[in-house]
C-alpha cells in the first residue's frame, strides 16, 4: 500500500513556474515504484504527464509537456518533484501523482502503455491565467 500527498499547486500566471510535490508513504520501499504524474482537465479525462523510474535514470514526458516540465526523485525524501515552466492556460487541470511497479519501457505510462499505476493521490489543483 502506498499513500501519496501532492502540494505546491496553485494559481500562476502565463509563462510562469510552479514545483509540485509528492510525498510517498509505503511499507515497502519508495525505490520499489516508478512514480509519476497526471492530470486531469475539466470536462476531459485524466491524461499522462511523465513518469519516472525507480531508480531516477529513465524518465518520461508526454508531448505536451517535454521541453517544459521536469520530473525528479529523491528516494532518500520518499519525494516526486514536477518542475513546470512556461506554463499556459492549456496546462490547467488537477494534478495527481502515481506510483507504480511497473512502466512500459517506451512510454512510461503514456499513449500505448499496457501499464498503468497502482496508486493515486488526491491531486492538488493547477490554474493558469491569461
Known amino acids: 500500500q502506498v499513500q501519496l500527498v501532492e502540494s505546491g499547486g496553485g494559481l500562476v500566471q502565463t509563462g510562469g513556474s510552479l514545483r509540485l510535490s509528492c510525498a510517498a508513504s509505503t511499507e515497502r520501499t519508495f525505490v520499489s515504484y516508478a512514480m509519476g504524474w497526471f492530470r486531469q482537465a475539466p470536462g476531459k479525462e485524466r491524461e499522462f504527464v511523465s513518469a519516472v523510474s525507480w531508480s531516477g535514470d529513465y524518465t518520461y514526458y508526454s508531448d505536451a509537456v517535454k521541453g517544459r516540465f521536469t520530473i525528479s526523485r529523491d528516494n532518500t525524501k520518499n519525494m516526486l518533484y514536477l518542475q513546470m515552466n512556461s506554463l499556459k492556460p492549456e496546462d490547467t487541470a488537477v494534478y495527481y501523482c502515481?506510483?507504480?511497479?511497473?512502466?512500459?519501457?517506451?512510454?512510461?505510462w503514456g499513449a500505448g502503455s499496457k501499464v498503468q499505476p497502482d496508486y493515486w493521490g488526491q491531486g492538488t489543483q493547477v490554474t493558469v491565467s491569461t
Open positions: 502515481a506510483a507504480g511497479v511497473s512502466l512500459s519501457p517506451s512510454t512510461g
